[in-house]
């Protein structure tokens, strides 16, 4: 199975700031990797696939890169609605789908 | 609206059977291949299993963790996809989600890549 890991686990920022998260998967992944939001108690919410595309209705704040085993979400403006956990996904070598452990965005 | 809605969630023993249901609306249900997935409390995401369209035999696929206590199942003709759970763990406990997927299906097979739209989930306790 292909491992996921993000980092960093948990990051301060403030309104307007701009943040990256770091996903490194075990292989390459051919930007094989989608990126989710996630809030307290809701489900997630599809952000960025195939690395960098930007999902319909997504915010053209958020954005992706990466190659082979390295990926970044990058939000530019951090807005208050954006402070939420993130996840990465791969689906290069499926089933099984796996996802990193989630960077935590709060509010500094 | 493509909308998703879980229901069924409970508190059950160690050892018991829960079935928890996807109802869908807003999109062809019997075109998608349906994903399960769950959440600890405070922990991140996990994949548990998939089911094709009837067109692809509605063949499912299932994490190593629920293979042979779990099965999905689908009624085309009301949206509604199950999950079935046997021989449930404590460590079960989770929010169960379902997802659509949108993905590549080739003349033998379809897998979902990426999950764009997924129900508020439901919870599944297990605990004597």
């Known amino acids: 199975d292909i491992q996921m890991t993000q980092s960093p686990s948990s990051l301060s920022a403030s309104v307007g700031d701009r943040v990256t998260i770091t996903c490194r998967a075990s292989?390459?992944?051919?930007?094989?990797l989608a990126w989710y939001q996630q809030k307290p108690g809701k489900a997630p919410k599809l952000l960025l696939y195939?690395?960098?595309k930007l999902e319909s209705g997504v915010p053209s704040r958020f954005s992706g890169s990466g190659s082979g085993t390295d990926y970044t979400l990058t939000i530019n403006n951090l807005q208050p609605e954006d402070f939420a956990t993130y996840y990465c996904q791969q689906y290069f070598s499926i089933p099984p789908y796996t996802f990193g452990q989630g960077t935590k965005l709060d509010i500094k | 609206e493509v909308q998703l809605v879980e229901s069924g969630g409970d508190l059950v023993q160690p050892g018991r059977s829960l079935r928890v249901s996807c109802s869908t609306s807003?999109?062809?249900?019997?075109?998608?291949?349906m994903t399960w997935f769950r959440q600890a409390p405070g922990k991140g995401l996990e994949w548990v299993g998939f089911?094709?369209?009837?067109?692809?035999?509605?063949?499912?696929e299932y994490a190593a963790s629920v293979k042979g206590r779990f099965s999905i199942s689908r009624e085309d003709s009301k949206s509604i996809a199950y999950l079935q759970m046997n021989n449930l763990k404590t460590e079960d406990t989770a929010v169960y989600y379902c997802s659509r997927g949108r993905g590549y299906c080739s003349s033998t097979n379809c897998f979902p890549y990426y999950f764009d739209y997924w129900g508020q989930g439901t919870l599944v306790t297990v605990s004597s």
């Open positions: 807003g999109f062809p249900f019997g075109d998608y291949v």
């Open positions: 089911i094709r369209t009837k067109g692809y035999g509605g063949t499912t």
């Open positions: 195939t690395a960098s």
């Open positions: 292989q390459v992944i051919s930007n094989s």
